[in-house]
């Protein structure tokens, strides 16, 4: 007689299932969503509920399969309407993830971490950015961790203030542009000249004398502070100038590093060197490899990999373009719109500027 173990048709298997958690009044309550998909209706990504949740309905215990006592419900939530209270889950509840979702959310925050140290810093020798995997191999090197309780950039700071002490590597200058009156324009030179800026342009002919230039950081707050006495206003340009002409992108790799600056650690100065030699991050050659299937973006009018393509979606830069596409906008590039990003909340953000 054959032992066959007979499986319930009406199973739902929990390998496709993201479970997210709140306890209120003592009791837990858990919702199940299709995996990937609650960041993005926490980021208002998605707009459909119904492309959240696989159900709505409330449990006591997804894997379980134990539905929460209506009142329990009711007295935790103020209601019996379970979609409100799936909403209610979703916003406030906490993700349950894997030990591979969880390695997938931390590599992708890694990586946003060290994007945003290339566009905050230069080589100081050639005044160019480094690469995003040469970034990526000197946060190895100081053996850094991503924390997923703070936000990238404040964790981007910390990383470029221990880069600075091991390596050649400095923060990019803020170009600003000062203005005064022509009778106090001497007075805001001499203030220039205290703060070691380095100057652009200057336009002394009109009626609003304008001077160009670089300055590091950590002075902005000072600058707005002392130009009151000369009644001068200061504009962020760029919070990141880098040089405008000398080696491109894709032979920054194989620039030298100085050695003057490496004596501290010459084991990994001699890795670094060679990592420099050898790899390239020319986005144009690796998007003419034969044999690798692509998606177009429409929202950022671009190319992307497949295996890459779900990454992409949850960058900043595609966030930002969906954006800019839905208020019928054309779409920026990667560069334009960090830039455009960052000068939205260089104000708010100044506190992150200071060393």
């Not at 000197?138 to 053996?143: K, P, S």
């Not at 009018?301 to 890459?308: A, G, H, P, Y």
């Not at 596409?325 to 992150?352: F, R, T, W, Y």
């Amino acid at each position: 007689m054959s032992r066959t173990l007979v499986q319930p048709v009406g199973q739902k298997r929990l390998t496709n299932v993201a479970v997210v958690r709140l306890r209120k009044h003592g009791q837990r309550f858990e919702i199940a969503c299709f995996p990937n998909k609650v960041l993005s209706w926490r980021s208002r990504v998605e707009k459909d509920i119904d492309e959240v949740l696989q159900s709505h309905t409330v449990y006591s215990n997804v894997s379980k399969g134990v539905l929460a006592k209506s009142k329990d419900l009711t007295k935790a939530f103020g209601t019996d309407d379970l979609t409100q209270i799936c909403i209610e889950i979703l916003e406030k509840g906490e993700l349950q993830v894997s030990g591979k979702e969880r390695e997938a959310q931390l590599s992708s925050q890694f990586r946003d971490i060290a994007t945003i140290v290339m566009e905050k810093t230069i080589n100081p020798e050639t005044r160019r950015p480094y690469t995003i995997t040469m970034i990526e191999r000197l946060m190895h090197e100081i053996h850094f961790a991503v924390d997923p309780n703070l936000t990238s950039k404040e964790q981007a700071l910390k990383v470029i203030k221990k880069l600075t002490e091991h390596f050649p590597i400095k923060r990019a200058p803020l170009r600003v542009r000062f203005t005064a009156p022509k009778p106090n324009f001497p007075g805001l030179m001499e203030r220039i000249g205290e703060w070691n800026a380095t100057v652009i342009s200057k336009d002394e002919l009109s009626t609003q004398p304008s001077i160009v230039c670089e300055i590091e950081p950590s002075l902005l707050h000072s600058c707005e502070e002392r130009l009151k006495d000369v009644q001068g206003r200061v504009e962020v340009l760029s919070v990141s100038a880098h040089a405008e002409s000398g080696p491109s992108v894709e032979q920054h790799d194989r620039v030298e590093v100085p050695q003057a600056a490496l004596v501290k650690e010459p084991d990994a100065v001699a890795q670094i060197s060679e990592t420099m030699q050898k790899q390239s991050i020319s986005t144009e050659s690796q998007g003419n490899v034969q044999g690798k299937q692509q998606r177009r973006c429409k929202e950022c009018d671009v190319l992307v990999e497949d295996k890459l393509y779900r990454e992409h979606c949850k960058s900043g830069w595609h966030k930002h373009n969906y954006t800019r596409h839905k208020n019928g906008l054309p779409p920026l590039s990667q560069e334009e719109c960090m830039v455009e990003m960052e000068l939205a909340d260089s104000k708010k953000d100044l506190k992150d500027y200071d060393f």
